[in-house]
């Protein structure tokens, strides 16, 4: 038996016991892979001679690509091709920085065919960000959309330089790719182990942390998102989320097709909940994620006016209100059944289909993965911090922080994976999310460090001190907030939080903003540290009430930035 073959029946195994919780956990095993690429050994032989959608791609103004699974193995086999004849090696670094168009889809099968590693990055970054990810990242190419070349100016890559979307002086136009041979042969085997992708996730210093996955972790691993999920083939898949982040490679990428099920991508320039329930029906979507700041929007409509086919819906991010479950549930008899996991991991834990649904719970364990919660002293306990069990290691674990064996062993301590979120469990074996373990949080579903953006902030020309904690919010769950103490000849004032809000807006990207500002002193321990548990207190305390700070400014006050930042 190939390692293909053990791929599918473990994935055949998940199907046979989609509804079937306590079977599908029991009795799960993770195939045991040697030498595996799956968009050789997996993909394209799926793929051969089958005309069934893939993709599917509708722009806002109503431009639409549809392409089937051997469309999508043949362009695949042609980037390759093209690649390796461009000097693409396997074991190279690739920053893959594109929107959602075919290319990316084509490049990250092309990658895995050639044994080439991808790094995703957002197209939020800025020039900053970039250069520092090239360089932490040790990138020897580029593959970018022809309107992101701009932010490359001045920036130092190694290798090669490749636009999408049109010629770029000084950069290879990605349209030749396809001129090349639809036929592809590798130029060695692939072993299961070998890293595929890298990704940047904030952790609890300035810097990102690259998150290293393989050629098993992530295309393997992703069979427990599908079992989450339920998806089914021939669904129609639609996963909010954008480019670069880990979650799209989750459900745009890997569990659908993991499933034989059709990835659809609507592209829009500014979420509008009424359009997207109107695709939903137009374009008869059966499974859909989305985050809770899109659920959220969707609540706001009618929802019961709008007859769609959706079988399975399902959010993640953040634990969502209840209150938004029922009125879903209401309209459409459906259940939004809440997961979770990390960039670090597939899915862990969730509600599956077919099972009861805890309100207020993240759900059980997943097949594949055994779950502790651990006190600080590392011993079990009813609520603690969410630990995975190393012996074995889960297939959809990362292989660890690339370059960095300290970060790593950190979180790989005592025969466990230390997650840095606090859970508890019910007597039912349900799951309740309770917290961050460390001061890292969530902004409109995205993760962001206090310490990444304090480090910008402290550039400013009057900051001499910065702490940084989320704001409660009623759409985002949460915004940036910026604590701040002024160096001396500053004055506390509205031209001053203007300047801050808009140092912020030119140098973070758009989802990292400081949305809201306080000029205080900061609290600190004896030996000097800044205690940002007790600012987190305070903001949500001081939010429930409805009330602002004596000094405090939030960046709606000053509408004339929309309007002169760069940054947007």
């Known amino acids: 038996m190939n390692d293909a073959t053990a791929f599918i029946e473990a994935r055949d195994f998940l199907f046979a016991h989609r509804t079937d919780y306590d079977t599908a956990y029991r009795d799960f095993k993770w195939p045991v892979l040697d030498r595996f690429n799956w968009a050789l050994d997996y993909f394209d032989p799926m793929a051969r001679d089958n005309h069934a959608p893939a993709l599917h791609i509708v722009d806002e103004s109503g431009g639409a690509t ?101 010629a770029r002086e000084g950069w290879l136009d990605h349209g030749a790719a396809y001129e090349t041979s639809p036929e592809f042969a590798p130029d060695a085997e692939t072993n299961a182990a070998d890293p595929y992708l890298l990704y940047f996730t904030s952790g609890t210093t300035s810097k990102p942390k690259l998150v290293a996955h393989t050629h098993q972790s ?138 009861p649904l805890v309100p207020g719970s993240m759900g059980r364990p997943l097949p594949g993965y ?61 799951f309740v999310y309770v917290g961050r373990a460390d001061d890292v949080f969530k902004s409109s579903d995205y993760r962001l460090s206090p310490f990444e953006l304090e480090s910008v902030l402290i550039e400013h020309e009057a900051i001499a001190e910065a702490a940084v904690v989320p704001s409660p919010d009623p759409l985002r769950l949460a915004v940036p907030k910026a604590f701040v103490t002024l160096r001396h000849g500053y004055a506390i004032g509205p031209d001053l939080a203007r300047s801050v809000f808009a140092f912020s807006r030119e140098r973070l990207a758009p989802y990292k903003r400081i949305r809201r500002l306080e000029f205080a002193e900061l609290p600190k321990t004896i030996s000097g540290k800044i205690r940002r548990v007790d600012l987190r207190r305070q903001e949500a305390a001081r939010t429930e009430d409805g009330a602002r700070g004596e000094f405090e400014f939030w960046e709606e006050d000053f509408p004339e930035l929309r309007q002169t930042s760069k940054a947007g």
């Open 66 to 166: 549809r392409l089937s699974f051997a469309q999508m193995s043949e362009r695949s086999a042609r980037v390759a091709n093209h690649l390796r004849g461009l000097g693409v090696a396997r074991g190279e670094r690739i920053l893959l920085m594109l929107p959602n168009r075919v290319e990316l889809w084509d490049v990250m099968l092309a990658a895995m065919k050639l044994g080439a590693i991808v790094l995703p990055a957002t197209t939020q970054l800025a020039p900053a960000d970039l250069r520092d990810r090239i360089a932490l990242g040790r990138v020897q190419h580029v593959i970018v959309d022809a309107a992101d070349t701009p932010k490359f100016d001045g920036i130092d890559v190694p290798g090669l330089r490749i636009a999408v979307g049109g």
């Open 370 to 430: 055994r779950v502790a919660l651990l006190d600080p002293d590392g011993m079990e306990t009813e609520e603690g911090e969410i630990a995975l069990a190393l012996d074995p290691p889960p297939l959809g674990l990362m292989t660890g922080y690339a370059d960095n064996p300290k970060a790593t062993e950190t979180a790989m301590r005592g025969g466990f994976y230390r997650t840095s979120d606090v859970a508890l469990r019910g007597s039912d074996g349900y």
């Open 218 to 355: 992530y295309p393997v691993g992703h069979l427990s998102t599908m079992y989450w999920i339920g998806l089914q083939p021939g669904d129609v898949h639609w996963n909010i989320s954008s480019p670069g982040w880990a979650k799209h490679a989750w459900s745009c990428f890997f569990a659908p097709w993991n499933a034989r099920a059709c990835v659809f991508i609507y592209n829009f320039s500014r979420f509008d909940a009424a359009r997207a329930l109107e695709v939903l029906v137009e374009h008869e979507v059966t499974t859909l994620c989305a985050p809770p700041t899109v659920w959220r929007m969707l609540v706001q409509e009618p929802l019961a006016s709008y007859a769609v086919k959706l079988r399975e819906i399902v959010g993640a991010g953040e634990p969502l209100n209840p209150e938004i479950i029922e009125r879903v549930q209401t309209a459409w008899g459906l259940s939004i059944r809440d997961g979770y996991g990390q960039t670090e991991t597939t899915a862990q834990i969730a509600n599956t289909p077919g099972q």
